[in-house]
C-alpha cells in the first residue's frame, strides 16, 4: 500500500505550498514619522504540524494582512490602545487569538503568531507572543521572512 503514502504526500506538500509567502525577503520598514508607532506582524513556520490554513491579522478590527507561513507585514498606528488580532478560516478549527498593545510615538514593535499542531496530543497549543523594540535590532526570525501585502 506504498501508492496511500505517496498520495498523502503529495497532498500535503501541495497545501504547504499554497500556504507560503511569495514577496520580497525581510526589509525593514521606514521608521514612523508624524507622531505614528511601526506595528510588525510575522508568522514563523514551526515544522510539518502547522495549520495549512492562511490567518488573517487586524489591527483595532481592520483586517490588515494574510500570514502565510514564514511572512510579515506592517503597520504604522497611532499611539495608544490598539487589539491586534489573528484569526484563522472556520474550518481550520483554531481558536482566535488577541492582545492589546499600547504603542508609543516612535515606538517599533513586534507581534509574533505561531500555530503549531501537536500531533497525538488531547490538546492543541497557539501561541501568540508580543515582544518590544528598541530600534536597534529585530528579532532573527524576521531575517528570511517573506514580506506580504496589506488588504487594500
Known amino acids: 500500500m506504498p501508492w496511500k503514502a505517496l498520495i498523502v504526500v503529495a497532498v500535503s506538500s501541495c497545501l504547504l505550498a499554497c500556504a ?5 525577503t525581510y526589509v525593514a520598514a521606514p521608521r514612523p514619522e508624524g507622531g505614528k508607532a511601526l506595528v510588525y506582524i510575522y508568522r514563523q ?6 495549520s495549512a490554513y492562511t490567518p488573517r491579522a487586524s489591527v483595532d478590527g481592520k483586517p490588515l494582512a494574510d500570514l502565510p507561513r514564514d511572512s510579515y ?7 495608544g490602545e490598539h487589539t491586534i488580532a489573528v484569526k484563522h478560516n472556520f474550518l481550520a478549527g ?7 498593545l499600547h504603542a508609543a510615538s ?16 488531547s490538546i492543541i497549543f497557539y501561541i501568540a507572543k508580543i515582544q518590544s523594540f528598541s530600534g536597534k535590532s529585530q528579532p532573527s ?12
Open 106 to 121: 516612535g515606538g517599533v514593535y513586534f507581534i509574533s503568531y505561531q500555530d503549531p499542531i501537536r500531533p497525538g496530543a
Open 45 to 50: 513556520t514551526l515544522g510539518y504540524f502547522q
Open 20 to 24: 507560503t509567502a511569495q514577496g520580497p
Open 94 to 100: 483554531i481558536p482566535s487569538v488577541q492582545l492589546a
Open 141 to 152: 526570525e524576521l531575517q528570511n521572512m517573506r514580506y506580504v501585502e496589506p488588504i487594500r
Open 73 to 79: 507585514t506592517y503597520a504604522y498606528v497611532d499611539p
